[in-house]
């Protein structure tokens, strides 16, 4: 059981758009900032967005990132076939004294 | 190019021990703090351990202290996960981690594929 809280799956069409929620507490995601990973099957997870709401260079606009007090969110935009995955929210966490991961968003695209 | 290369995985018994290494190599190891982060059959991503650059700070998921090991060898550009007292639970996919912390920013940038670690009898 982790200690943030994601929705166990999501979907959306091609070209929808979906959002994704973390929710945790005052010593994770309202302390630090929140990383978002894409794992896509047959492939190692790799970075989506960092501090909140920063995209690393390769990573295209439609996917953003938000954060409002002890919640975070991912957006995708105009949903692709290539996005099927799961994805997972991680801030550091205080109190744990070590990173945490939400226990992941499987998302469909139908 | 950034690669990691985990190996060391494999069967082991209930109460037995296991070392996995990672090979680190296009970037200066030195540099980095470094992450082991364990995927179970079916489950999602968890995080074992972390180390600093030069070894001085180390931090594990509560339900490794005591068991599991990590190390460093700057030197041969090399992370260690020791691990005893292996338990059914400790069964998944390790990934070598390499960990972006500088100024206020802090993230997982480079992911091996992962070695697989199984406790059965």
């Known amino acids: 059981q982790s200690v943030l809280t994601q929705p166990p799956s999501a979907s959306g069409t091609p070209g929808q758009r979906v959002t994704i929620s973390c929710s945790g507490s005052?010593?994770?995601?309202?302390?630090?900032?929140v990383n978002w990973y894409q794992h896509l099957p047959g492939s190692a997870p790799k970075l989506l967005i960092f501090d909140d709401d920063q995209r690393p260079s390769g990573v295209p606009e439609r996917f953003s990132g938000s954060k409002s007090g002890t919640s975070a969110s991912l957006a995708i935009s105009g949903l692709q076939s290539e996005d099927e995955g799961t994805y997972y929210c991680a801030p550091w966490d205080d109190s744990l004294n070590g990173w945490v991961f939400g226990g992941g968003t499987k998302l469909a695209v139908l | 190019e950034v690669q990691l290369v985990e190996s060391g995985g494999g069967l082991v018994q209930p109460g037995g021990s296991l070392r996995l290494s990672c090979a680190a190599s296009g970037f200066t190891f030195s540099n980095f703090w470094m992450t082991w982060v364990r995927q179970a059959p079916g489950k999602g991503l968890e995080w074992v351990a972390n180390i600093k650059k030069d070894g001085s700070e180390i931090h594990y998921v509560d339900s490794v202290k005591g068991r599991f090991t990590i190390s460093r060898d700057n030197a041969k550009n090399s992370l260690f996960l020791q691990m005893s007292s292996l338990r059914a639970e400790d069964t998944a996919v390790y990934h070598c981690?390499?960990?972006?912390?500088?100024?206020?920013?802090?993230?997982?940038?480079?992911w091996g594929q992962g070695t697989l670690v199984a406790v059965s009898s």
């Open positions: 005052r010593s994770n995601i309202g302390s630090n900032s």
């Open positions: 981690v390499r960990e972006w912390d500088f100024g206020y920013e802090s993230y997982f940038d480079y």
